[in-house]
């Protein structure tokens, strides 16, 4: 259970980052930070 909290925190962290460069037109910072998010999942299921 603390491992799924730790990835909720850090997905938490992660939105919050891509909410902040989003209001503020940042398009790139908006493509990396999806684009990490979506490895990391990638990266999670290939775990498994």
């Given amino acids: 259970m603390s491992v799924f909290k730790s990835y909720l925190r850090q ?6 980052a891509l909410q902040k460069a989003n209001k503020e037109g940042n398009k790139e910072e908006v493509e990396r930070i999806i684009d ?6 990638q990266d999670g299921l290939e775990d498994d």
């Fill in 36 to 41: 990490e998010l979506l490895k990391d999942a």
């Fill in 11 to 16: 997905l938490i962290r992660q939105l919050k």
